[in-house]
Protein backbone atom coordinates (compact mmCIF):
# COMPACT_ATOMS: atom_id res chain seq x y z
CA UNK A 1 0.00 0.00 0.00
CA UNK A 2 1.33 3.39 -1.16
CA UNK A 3 -0.59 6.61 0.48
CA UNK A 4 0.48 10.25 -0.20
CA UNK A 5 -1.01 13.36 0.92
CA UNK A 6 -1.04 16.65 -2.05
CA UNK A 7 0.12 20.17 -0.91
CA UNK A 8 -3.36 21.74 -1.16
CA UNK A 9 -5.38 21.86 -4.30
CA UNK A 10 -2.82 19.63 -5.98
CA UNK A 11 -4.49 16.17 -5.52
CA UNK A 12 -5.55 15.90 -8.70
CA UNK A 13 -1.62 16.62 -9.73
CA UNK A 14 -0.43 14.04 -7.71
CA UNK A 15 -3.64 11.23 -8.56
CA UNK A 16 -2.26 11.73 -12.50
CA UNK A 17 1.13 11.55 -11.20
CA UNK A 18 0.40 7.89 -9.63
CA UNK A 19 -1.61 6.91 -12.17
CA UNK A 20 0.95 7.39 -14.93
CA UNK A 21 3.74 5.44 -12.46
CA UNK A 22 4.45 2.64 -14.32
CA UNK A 23 6.66 -0.96 -12.30
CA UNK A 24 9.27 -2.66 -12.73
CA UNK A 25 7.00 -5.01 -13.60
CA UNK A 26 3.07 -5.42 -13.09
CA UNK A 27 1.26 -6.65 -9.84
CA UNK A 28 -1.49 -9.04 -10.15
CA UNK A 29 -3.50 -6.23 -9.45
CA UNK A 30 -3.48 -2.21 -8.82
CA UNK A 31 -6.16 0.28 -7.53
CA UNK A 32 -6.28 3.58 -7.00
CA UNK A 33 -7.96 5.99 -4.97
CA UNK A 34 -8.30 9.36 -4.14
CA UNK A 35 -9.63 11.14 -0.28
CA UNK A 36 -10.17 13.89 1.44
CA UNK A 37 -7.25 16.35 1.97
CA UNK A 38 -6.01 15.33 -1.10
CA UNK A 39 -4.77 12.20 -0.60
CA UNK A 40 -4.03 9.44 -3.02
CA UNK A 41 -3.50 5.44 -2.29
CA UNK A 42 -2.35 2.79 -4.54
CA UNK A 43 -3.19 -0.68 -3.84
CA UNK A 44 -1.34 -3.20 -5.09
CA UNK A 45 -1.45 -7.24 -5.38
CA UNK A 46 1.37 -9.53 -5.88
CA UNK A 47 2.49 -13.19 -5.82
CA UNK A 48 5.12 -13.34 -3.07
CA UNK A 49 6.70 -15.93 -1.02
CA UNK A 50 7.18 -13.42 1.95
CA UNK A 51 6.46 -10.13 3.07
CA UNK A 52 10.06 -8.57 2.20
CA UNK A 53 10.60 -9.93 -1.27
CA UNK A 54 11.94 -7.99 -3.49
CA UNK A 55 9.12 -5.98 -5.09
CA UNK A 56 8.74 -2.85 -7.40
CA UNK A 57 7.73 0.12 -5.60
CA UNK A 58 6.03 3.20 -6.32
CA UNK A 59 8.75 6.25 -6.01
CA UNK A 60 8.46 9.50 -3.81
CA UNK A 61 6.94 12.12 -5.65
CA UNK A 62 8.47 15.97 -6.15
CA UNK A 63 8.82 16.95 -2.49
CA UNK A 64 7.09 20.40 -3.96
CA UNK A 65 3.92 17.57 -4.94
CA UNK A 66 3.47 16.43 -1.38
CA UNK A 67 3.14 17.69 2.08
CA UNK A 68 4.92 14.74 3.71
CA UNK A 69 7.38 11.82 3.22
CA UNK A 70 4.87 9.04 1.22
CA UNK A 71 4.10 5.81 3.85
CA UNK A 72 4.15 2.43 2.46
CA UNK A 73 3.06 -0.89 3.93
CA UNK A 74 3.01 -4.46 3.27
CA UNK A 75 -0.02 -6.79 4.05
CA UNK A 76 -0.51 -10.35 3.85
CA UNK A 77 -4.14 -12.16 3.08
CA UNK A 78 -4.87 -14.34 6.19
CA UNK A 79 -8.12 -15.90 5.10
Do not use: K, N, S
Amino acid sequence: MWEARAVQGRGAELLEWARARVLAREPLRREVFRAPQDRVLVLTWWEAETLDAELPELPEPDAELITRPVHRWRFEAVE
